[in-house]
């Protein structure tokens, strides 16, 4: 389990929960953070204001982080001095920014380890952060099945056709030859490995168009993805 980052001192004092190994199927995997919304919904945290905004906002308007950028940063620092894994729902790219921003920080602060933070979501995440995310040691986990659950209603309303294209970026991540993960965020949508598979390698939406063909991934790596170690379901979330 992760707990929420407000309660992880508090779920950090109770001795009685194994945190190396798992006793009963359980243990202390690290802490979740929540950075932002979720694109669907248009509270997802952008660089660039969304495509069609919602009736209440202004045409600037790109949602907004749930942490400000230096509390971000004490929470990751703590997490790495504590020796815990992050979990951090970054859907924006604004968001994934902030979050290689930590980072960046508290590696720079207490040196280079094996920590592997995890971006989950990476839904927008663009080209020159993926290169950062690599040297960090992020891990993204892509929310793939997007391309056809809200795909048309991120090319005609979210985002617009240019940066819907590069949602969940299978293929650029597998070309820097990055470790990253799969899933379905069940219960937002239903936990089905076949579909999401499919999703990897079809990318398309409902209206039966092709969503971004250059970030198709492989049969073989989207059957590896659902069947070995850089596939992962992830447990139910407040927003996606």
Known sequence: MFPKWTEADAIDALPQLPRKEYVGHLKVGGVKITQDGSPQGKTAFLTQPYHKPPPDQEATYRGQPILPQEELNTEEEKAFTKGWQLHVHCNGDAAADMLLEAV?????????????????????????????????????????????????????????????????????????????????????????????????????????????????????????????????????????
């Open 104 to 240: 960046s920080r508290a590696t720079a602060k207490l040196g280079p380890a094996d920590r592997r933070p995890v971006m989950v979501h990476s839904q927008t995440v663009r080209e020159n952060p993926l290169d950062q995310m690599k040297a960090l040691g992020i891990i993204p986990t892509f929310f793939v099945a997007h391309t056809f659950y809200w795909g048309d209603w991120h090319a005609n309303e979210t985002l617009g056709q240019e940066r819907a294209e590069r949602i969940s970026p299978l293929r650029s991540a597998s070309n820097r030859g990055m470790l990253y993960t799969i899933h379905n965020d069940s219960p937002v949508v239903p936990p089905d490995i076949s579909p999401l598979m499919w999703s990897a390698v079809a990318r398309t939406t409902r209206s039966q168009q092709a969503l971004g063909a250059e970030q198709r991934a492989t049969p073989l790596l989207a059957s590896r993805m659902g069947t070995g170690p850089s596939f992962a379901f992830l447990p139910r979330h407040t927003c996606c």
